[in-house]
């Protein structure tokens, strides 16, 4: 189970901070975790990624006012979101490659959580 927080309504030029935590006794590993947003009616587009060793990549939309991380300790990845502007209102979900006790390899998301920026 992957459990998003940390939406909300925000002011252009805000910043906040949203979490994702792998809950459940079954989970073995994790591998990559990221970030993925959508609007209504539009495709999913990816955010961000981070590697289990740390290493991070953020789509050019966000690079410079976003910033990807985690906490392995605690199954955790988090999107700081500075300088938000209106078009980063969107639905945000976040994405995990989890091996799931007694499973496979697998990718696992979120249900989302919205983020909504006033102008």
């Known amino acids: 189970q992957l459990q998003a927080s940390g939406g909300g309504l925000v002011q252009a030029g805000a910043s906040k901070r949203l979490s994702c935590v792998a809950s459940g006794s079954n989970v073995i590993s994790i591998n990559d975790m990221a970030w993925y947003r959508q609007a209504p009616g539009e495709q999913r587009e990816w955010v961000a990624r981070i590697t289990l060793g740390g290493i991070t990549n953020l789509a050019d939309s966000v690079k410079g006012r976003f910033t990807i991380s985690r906490d392995n300790a605690k199954n955790t990845v988090y999107l700081q979101m500075n300088s938000l502007k209106p078009e980063d209102t969107d639905v945000y979900y976040c994405?995990?490659?989890?091996?799931?006790?007694?499973?496979?390899?697998?990718?696992?998301w979120g249900k989302g959580t919205q983020v909504t920026v006033s102008s």
């Open positions: 994405y995990a490659y989890i091996k799931p006790f007694g499973g496979v390899w697998a990718d696992f």
